[in-house]
């Protein structure tokens, strides 16, 4: 049984240019996190999607960032008009149960480590 | 500010020594993690806890939820270097809600040969 995937784990843009990270959750999961970790910051949560749904975007940054999680595919994170202050690790969990109910148990993909130069 | 205050920050020690990391919050969590990050990697979850005031081990690790579902704690036994790495917490807030997980920034643990 594979566990969260994440591709690509490394992705080096341009400013300007698009970001795009993928994450395909652990089989039968169908909660997906996505979260930023920069260094000694720790782990920021960013969106939280259920299949087809946004749940929780409290996280996300207004503009140039959006996310999905299709029917069939894995979630995407899309990042627009990449800027330095987007280098960061980006790491994506999933969760067979949803946020908010007891015993929650997320797992996490490896991560993405965006570098903008 | 921060929900889950983590301390230390930073902890250095000899192997075969003890040591008691903190996570501690004002807020009420319905349930608490705590996983291990190495560099490069994703966090892995080592522990869920969920009933005030209980306790669970992990080999070596034993990991207890406060009474009132506010505050956690990791005690290592006998260190190894092995265990070295960073020790995240992380809530789940109670009441539901959609949120995601809420982390602490996390301690930095290095065990020394």
């Known amino acids: 049984n594979a566990g969260v995937m994440q591709n690509p784990r490394h992705l080096v843009r341009r400013r300007g240019q698009e970001a795009r990270l993928r994450c395909s959750p652990m089989k039968g999961h169908s909660h997906v996190y996505w979260y930023r970790q920069l260094p000694e910051e720790g782990l920021k949560f960013m969106v939280y999607?259920?299949?087809?749904?946004?749940?929780?975007e409290s996280g996300m940054p207004k503009e140039r960032f959006s996310a999905e999680f299709p029917k069939e595919g894995p979630s995407i994170l899309r990042i627009q008009q990449v800027v330095r202050g987007d280098s960061a690790a980006y790491f994506c969990?999933?969760?067979?149960?949803?946020?908010?109910?007891?015993?929650?148990?997320?797992?996490f993909g490896q991560g993405t480590r965006l570098t903008v130069v | 500010t921060q929900l889950l205050e983590q301390s230390p920050q930073f902890l250095s020690i000899q192997e075969g020594e003890n040591l008691t990391v903190y996570c501690n919050s004002s807020?009420?969590?319905?349930?608490l993690q705590w996983y291990r990050q190495e560099p490069g990697e994703g966090p892995v979850l080592l522990v869920t806890v969920v009933t005030g005031g209980e306790v669970k081990k992990l080999k070596r690790l034993t990991f207890q939820f406060g009474d009132a579902r506010k505050d956690s704690s990791l005690h290592i036994t006998a260190a190894q270097t092995g265990d070295t790495g960073l020790y995240l917490c992380a809530g789940a807030k109670a009441g539901g809600g959609a949120d995601g997980l809420t982390f602490g920034k996390g301690t930095h643990l290095i065990i020394q040969p």
């Open positions: 969990a999933s969760s067979q149960k949803g946020a908010g109910l007891m015993n929650t148990e997320a797992f």
């Open positions: 999607l259920q299949k087809e749904n946004i749940i929780d």
């Open positions: 807020s009420v969590f319905s349930s």
